[in-house]
């Protein structure tokens, strides 16, 4: 089992910048992926970025040059730094990890004012 806490998600204007945490329960970054995905209201939930157990990276084209995935091993814990925020990128943010079975952290709510 890994449990998954998101943290970091709050209010900011547009142009603003947050940085999400994702912290697991264990050392889990040896092998699947890691990855952060968001689901805005009425909307289905996408994949915003990527990071294997390689530390291959990969990004929705909607936040390429804005958003940047990294993780930390020692903390077991993923981030996403956003940046130049718009308020389309308003949503529910989730970090997720696949390898043998999938886990989803309960989610943090990111809303981006205009």
């Known amino acids: 089992q890994v449990q998954l806490v998101e943290s970091g998600g709050g209010l900011v204007q547009s142009g603003g910048s947050l940085r999400l945490s994702c912290a697991a329960s264990?050392?889990?970054?040896?092998?699947?992926?890691m990855s952060w995905h968001r689901q805005a209201p009425g909307k289905q939930r996408e994949l915003v970025a990527v990071?294997?157990?390689?530390?291959?990276?990969n990004y929705a084209e909607s936040v390429k040059g804005r958003f940047t995935i990294s993780r930390d091993n020692a903390k077991n814990t993923v981030y996403l730094q956003m940046s130049s925020l718009k308020p389309e990128d308003t949503a529910v943010y989730y970090c997720?990890?696949?390898?043998?079975?999938?886990?989803w952290g309960q989610g943090t709510q990111v809303t981006v004012s205009s």
């Open positions: 990071i294997t157990s390689g530390g291959s990276t």
């Open positions: 997720r990890y696949a390898s043998m079975y999938t886990y």
């Open positions: 264990r050392n889990i970054f040896s092998s699947g992926a």
